[in-house]
């Protein structure tokens, strides 16, 4: 089945099931509001600030993570590279070692 057919297929069911779940979720009735806090209050240092900001706003505290996750991400691979250089392990050769 090609990818036109399969879109054809499976694009339109999905679609219209999307409308009718966001009207069928929405004819529930009047809800409360809902506030989704960290609490802060046991925490000091870093876990406080990242805590308080997550609090503040979370398009700030998605930007952090956005660029947290891949500085964290170069970093440990760096620390592997490195200790794989002196434990020996040439990760740059591409020569196999079975014969």
Same mark, same amino acid.
């Given at each position: 089945m090609g990818a036109r057919a399969w879109?054809?297929? &499976?694009g339109v069911p999905a679609a219209v099931l999307t409308v009718l779940a966001g009207n %069928? *979720?929405?004819a529930g009735?009047?809800?409360? &509001?809902? %506030?989704? %806090?960290a609490d802060?209050? /046991?925490f000091s240092g870093l876990e406080a600030w990242s805590a308080n900001l $997550?609090?503040?706003?979370?398009? $700030? *505290?998605?930007?952090?993570t956005v660029l947290t996750i891949p500085l964290l991400g170069?970093?440990?691979g760096?620390?592997?590279?490195?200790?794989m250089r002196l434990l020996g392990i040439?990760? /740059?050769?591409r020569v196999l070692a079975e014969h």
């Open positions: 879109l054809g297929r &499976m %069928v *979720f929405a009735g009047g809800g409360e &509001m809902i %506030v989704i %806090v802060s209050r /046991k $997550y609090n503040e706003s979370h398009a $700030y *505290f998605a930007l952090l170069l970093l440990l760096t620390l592997t590279g490195l200790l040439n990760l /740059k050769s």
